[in-house]
């Protein structure tokens, strides 16, 4: 009997309707020390079902520690964690429906390729007959079906990552795992191996919490992305959201490049807010009304491809948003490229311009003074 | 940093220094003339006449049992040892336990002997138990200082051991004893063989600690080879070392060519 | 493969017995930990610890004849209880000659063979170290191999290599040189030592060479020191840790040594593994062999413990 499609995070975003949406998994308030390090701070954190998370932060950040708590190797200092409406927090990993895949794969090696992928179905008890099938189920999945006898080691690292896969999707687990599935891979195979993974996760259903530290692989394959620092959550959103609308200055860092500006605020009204800033050696005009006060010290931060460049002083706004500065270092990209802009202040921007015009004679170049230009919404305020 | 001629000479020196005096061993042992070291014809009489000493035999088969029991009681031992050392985090009384299971590493083979015959007297008087010294008693103290080395072997093998792959395991539903033995052991099993491999061969060749606790009736073979080599060169003996000599070579020699063959297709584990 | 993935209904867990098992076990106090420290336990402190104490408290005994051969410590009559401890076996350690001269004599022949040894092993060790792989193993076996023919065997080879007819004697004879007394000597336990222990002082020190990075020395060289300079403040000093543990690994049981000052030494080598078992053996003195035991640990305690103290520093590193 067909199984009527079901209806996909990506699709449905619950998020944004909270009253009416439960949580597939409800972090609350977990911390966990070893000793005196305290490795996750009061992380609270709801994921939803069919949701393709992802955890992105450094190293030290906390996300592996989250990951670990969540799959039961590690046992939360404070707080709790429920998967499906069933408190986990106390739970040992081979009790619970979560399966998990290792960032070294962690294939047995001395186990074959079908036996890997039967294990967790053969803890189940399941007949021999049903497990046979999954096996192979599975291997069409990851496209592996002539690999089967053999042993890892004869394997490629991407047929092990596969392998890997596998292995965890065997027992249909309601959460699946990822501890930086394409940390192993070179470029190539990993962007691949993204669309693969989004495509399979897609098609299952299944709920993924992909842990990792590769900001696009976060933005390419995440429904929503929670970024950690220093053992906290920095900010959870969309991608889009955490890209254009960050709320604090790491987030802003962390997520592409930014520049970062410091000012003062002047100007403090319902629909707009002037900024005094001696670095950018102009004022800022921002269109909409940020929660601050007159004088705050706050920054502002805008992306390299937000800003324009030009020869010509532009009109700016309201005797605003234009910069002016002479071109120190042009980084040629092929589809775009990146200058940096010296301030009179000393102060660096760094502006992105795609490159439309093929060859063109009349681009900007080296020691020229140009002016840099920018939309009234271009640029995020950030007090944090 | 190379150093030009001194490295291979001095190895090549210190390598003929431990070989020779067993080359000559095996050489002379196909010596016509019982003054062993003065070289008159080739025979293997010498051989023959080993094989039909019951005493040498007697003592021989003796201590293949006893190093094969010795060895096993050690290997489980020794394994739990370092289960214990490796695996558990802070315990009560670890320094203590760490100490006792290494001591014997380092101790004088005459104090393990001693205390161990003395333990043995004083139960003797105090529980009846053990009944007199042989076998038994022998088999206990082996193991006791086997147990150090197998334990030494396999916490090495331990600590380099891929945890994540014991964290696979139960994430996909295994309870940690199960874990244990579908993936730990077998992948710890190189480690294990050497282990009690290393304990049958001390078991094998000690003499002072067996002087110490044996019994009469069950001299081992390094006693009776003692009291012979006491009293002069014996020519039987050499033919003995050499047989010993052979199968240990082949013994090493196969376990090196089995770790040569699969070392470059396997990953470290 | 059917388009949706259902993980809602788990399949049944079926409870396995040990399960069950388990769990009584863990109401009663018994976890798994313990179950898996008890045995080793159990059984050091039955035959390596308790054994000790046992010698300890013989020590304090007197040679007696009969069955044990010793006189008891607690000794029960008309309701009480006396405990007899006999110092006299320690005052005698200390008054007669024999076992001063004999601890002195063991230390003074276990350190010069150590360091012998060392002066022979490392150059091996670092040999091997530096040849190119194929040849490592192949030379390590060739060091390990007759660490696992029989120990006795070895010592004895060296009797028939050593003695007034033996090998060496002869080859010398060769050239009309008189044969050398060898055998029954100090220096005949030296070879002894350095032969038998040899490979407990090359691995350790292999194990650090090895380790060693090849840039540190290029760095040496290319900062202007030659071979010399680079070994004696580069290599060595690096590789310290192995050479610390390789010495503690031949020094302390060299001291204790018993088959090879009976078979090489004279009568005139006095090491204190011989004494013991002369005591034991011969004089049938098991208090006074004892309270040698006793004494002999206690000089072997020390040499461990720097043992511990330097693998730990070297696990540190």
């Known amino acids: 009997m067909a199984k009527k499609p079901q209806q996909l995070a990506i699709d449905t975003r619950p998020w944004r309707d909270t009253a009416n949406n439960k949580p597939f998994v409800r972090i609350k308030n977990v911390s966990k020390k070893f000793g005196d390090i305290i490795a996750v701070h009061e992380v609270s954190l709801d994921i939803y079902k069919s949701e393709l998370f992802c955890l992105l932060g450094g190293s030290g950040s906390g996300k592996s520690t989250l990951l670990r708590m969540l799959a039961g190797f590690e046992t939360p200092t404070a707080g709790t964690i429920e998967i499906d409406g069933q408190d986990m927090t106390e739970v040992p990993p081979y009790n619970r429906p979560v399966n998990m895949m290792f960032q070294s ?24 007959a049903e497990i046979a099938a999954r096996v192979n189920e599975l291997l069409v999945l990851v496209k592996l079906q002539d690999y089967g006898k053999r042993k890892p080691h004869q394997l490629s690292g991407g047929q092990r990552q596969r392998v890997a896969l596998a292995r965890a999707l065997a027992k249909r687990p309601k959460l699946l795992l990822l501890d930086e599935p394409l940390g192993a891979l070179d470029k190539k195979l990993r962007e691949e191996t993204q669309f693969e993974l989004v495509k399979i996760q ?21 429904t929503r992305i929670g970024v950690m620092n220093q053992g906290e959550i920095a900010m959870i959103g969309e991608p889009t959201d955490i890209y254009e609308f960050p709320n604090s200055r790491f987030v802003a860092n962390f997520i592409g490049s930014a520049n970062m500006v410091e000012g003062v605020v002047s100007e403090d009204e319902p629909d707009h807010v002037r900024i005094r ?21 706050l920054w502002w931060a805008i992306r390299p491809e937000k800003m324009v460049l030009s020869r ?73 | 940093m190379r150093k030009g001629w001194f490295l291979p000479i001095a190895a090549a020196l210190g390598f003929s220094f431990l070989y020779a005096p067993i080359v000559s061993l095996v050489i002379f042992s196909f010596n016509e003339s019982s003054l062993v070291t003065v070289w008159s014809g080739f025979s293997t009489k010498w051989y023959g006449e080993l094989f039909s000493d019951p005493q040498l035999l007697g003592a021989a088969w003796l201590s293949l049992q006893i190093a094969a029991l010795s060895a096993s009681i050690a290997l489980v031992l020794g394994t739990l040892a370092a289960i214990a050392l490796v695996r558990f985090r802070r ?134 080879i003692f009291s012979k080599v006491r009293l002069g060169v014996s020519p039987d003996v050499n033919a003995l070392a050499s047989i010993i000599i052979g199968i240990v070579a082949l013994g090493v020699l196969a376990a090196t060519i089995i770790q040569l063959r699969s070392k470059p297709r396997d990953r470290q584990v | 493969m059917t388009a949706t993935h259902d993980p809602t209904i788990p399949p049944p867990r079926r409870l396995k017995p040990w399960n069950a098992v388990e769990k009584g076990l863990a109401r009663v106090g018994i976890t798994g930990r313990m179950l898996v420290l008890i045995a080793p336990l159990v059984w050091l402190l039955v035959f390596f610890l308790v054994p000790l104490a046992v010698v300890f408290g013989i020590s304090l005994a007197n040679k007696q004849f009969g069955r044990p051969p010793y006189t008891p410590l607690l000794t029960s009559e008309e309701g009480t209880v006396q405990l007899t401890l006999h110092l006299n076996n320690y005052i005698r350690l200390f008054t007669d000659n024999l076992y001063v001269a004999a601890y002195l004599s063991s230390i003074r022949i276990a350190a010069i063979a150590t360091i012998i040894t060392l002066l022979v092993g490392y150059p091996m060790a670092y040999a091997i170290a530096r040849a190119p792989d194929r040849w490592r193993n192949i030379l390590l076996m060739l060091v390990v191999l007759p660490f696992f023919t029989s120990f006795l065997l070895r010592v004895y080879a060296l009797t028939g290599f050593m003695r007034g007819n033996g090998v060496i004697n002869q080859f010398l004879g060769l050239f009309g040189i008189e044969p050398i007394v060898m055998m029954q000597t100090d220096f005949a336990v030296y070879v002894g030592i350095v032969y038998t222990y040899l490979p407990f002082m090359i691995l350790p020190l292999y194990t650090t060479l090895v380790k060693l990075d090849m840039s540190l020395f290029e760095a040496s060289a290319d900062l202007g020191a030659r071979p010399i300079h680079t070994f004696l403040f580069v290599t060595l000093p690096l590789s310290l840790p192995g050479i610390i543990a390789g010495s503690m690994l031949v020094f302390i049981p060299a001291i204790g040594e018993f088959v090879i000052p009976s078979l090489l030494g004279g009568p005139e080598t006095l090491m204190i593994g011989r004494v013991l078992w002369d005591e034991f053996f011969s004089a049938t003195n098991w208090p006074r062999a004892s309270a040698v035991a006793v004494a002999m640990l206690l000089v072997v305690v020390v040499p461990i413990m720097l043992l511990q103290r330097a693998q730990g520093a070297v696990v540190e590193k």
């Open chain 2, 91 to 224: 315990f009560r009384g670890r320094t203590l336990f760490a100490g006792m299971v290494s001591a014997p590493l380092v101790m004088p083979d005459v104090i393990t002997g001693l205390s161990l015959l003395l333990l043995f007297v004083a139960m003797e008087g105090f529980l009846g138990w053990p009944q007199g010294r042989g076998m038994l008693t022998i088999v206990i103290a082996h193991a006791t200082f086997c147990t150090a080395y197998v334990c030494v072997v396999v916490q090495s093998r331990l600590s380099d051991f891929d945890r994540s792959l014991e964290e696979a395991a139960m994430d996909l539903g295994a309870s940690p004893v199960r874990t244990f033995f579908d993936i730990t052991l077998p992948i710890i099993a190189p480690a294990l063989v050497s282990g009690w491999l290393l304990g049958f061969t001390l078991s094998l060749d000690d003499l002072v600690i067996a002087s110490f606790v044996s019994g009469p009736g069950s001299s081992t073979l390094p006693m009776v």
């Open chain 1, 105 to 128: 794969y962690a294939l047995f090696p001395h186990m074959s390729v079908e036996q890997n992928i039967a294990y967790g179905l053969k803890r189940d008890g399941l007949p021999r």
């Open chain 1, 202 to 222: 897609e098609q299952l259903g299944v709920t993924f919490i992909v842990v990792t530290h590769d900001q696009e692989e976060a933005m390419t394959l995440a």
């Open chain 1, 277 to 297: 800033s001696s670095e950018l050696g102009c004022d800022i005009y921002v269109g909409h009304g940020v929660d601050c006060a007159p004088e705050q010290r």
């Open chain 1, 312 to 384: 010509e002083q532009p009109a700016g706004l309201h005797g605003a948003n234009v910069a002016t500065g002479i071109v120190e270092e042009i980084a040629y990209l092929g589809d775009i490229s990146v200058y940096q802009i010296a301030l009179e202040s000393g102060k660096r921007l760094r502006v992105s311009q795609t490159n439309s015009v093929r060859g063109n004679p009349d681009a900007i170049t080296w020691d020229e003074t140009v002016y840099v230009t920018w939309d009234e919404d271009a640029g995020s305020v950030l007090t944090s």
